[in-house]
């Protein structure tokens, strides 16, 4: 159980262009998404929380504008990189929680995004 | 200011036992997570401990003690898939998880 799929796993795309990301519980109904980057060697970065229905919460220093995160439904979220640049590309990890904000957090298995 | 300290880098020998420490300051606690992440992967989870005490899964123990604020996650039997980093993380009282940078595990035959 707890299973959380990521789609794509690996994207390339020339700078300019706008990336989606999707995530997805596929055994449980995540009431609360995350969505984290991680740079080479360095700890994940929380980049947004999102509850589904409602509007997500960015962390400081994250363009919600350029970060487009939709959770419509109990088992998607959605991240949208628009008008991507080189500095975008990393490691784009997605998690989910049901229930509890206790509960645990499960990720996704992360999406390779290389812009050129 | 929250904080979360663990070491850098772990070097173990294959078949022994390893004891990766995690200490925190956090603005209240809600519980402290283990994960364990393989190089470009995501993480994935490994325990949860809220309580004082130490918590048995298999070949990993993870231990707990709130007034010291400290835990370590213990590794028995040591493999060579058990390469990895080993994410430390404590939800603070707004139930928001706090990162360790993580302990980079390098197990040797």
């Known amino acids: 159980g707890a299973v959380v799929s990521q789609h794509p796993s690996w994207v390339i795309c020339k700078s300019g262009t706008s990336v989606k990301i999707e995530c997805r519980s596929l055994d449980f109904q995540a009431t609360t998404m995350f969505w984290y980057r991680q740079f080479p060697k360095q700890s994940l970065m929380l980049m947004a929380t999102?509850?589904?229905?409602?509007?997500?919460?960015?962390e400081q220093g994250v363009e919600k504008d350029k970060f487009l995160i939709n959770h419509a439904s109990l088992t998607l979220s959605t991240l949208t990189v628009t008008s991507a640049h080189p500095e975008d590309s990393s490691f784009y990890i997605c998690?989910?929680?049901?229930?509890?904000?206790?509960?645990?957090?499960?990720f996704g298995p992360g999406t390779r995004l290389l812009v050129l | 200011g929250q904080n979360i300290d663990q070491p850098t880098e772990m070097t173990a020998t294959e078949g022994a036992i390893v004891q990766i420490n995690c200490t925190y300051q956090t603005s209240g606690f809600n519980g402290l997570f283990w994960y364990q992440q393989h190089a470009g992967e995501a993480p994935t989870f490994l325990s949860y401990n809220v309580l004082d005490g130490l918590e048995e899964k298999g070949r990993f123990s993870s231990f707990l003690s709130r007034s010291k604020g400290y835990s370590y996650l213990l590794l028995k039997e040591l493999q060579m898939k058990d390469s990895a980093s080993y994410l430390c993380a404590v939800m603070d009282s707004n139930y928001q998880l706090i990162w360790g940078a993580g302990t980079k595990l390098i197990i040797k035959p």
């Open positions: 999102s509850n589904e229905g409602s509007k997500a919460t960015y």
């Open positions: 998690s989910a929680r049901s229930g509890g904000i206790q509960e645990t957090q499960y």
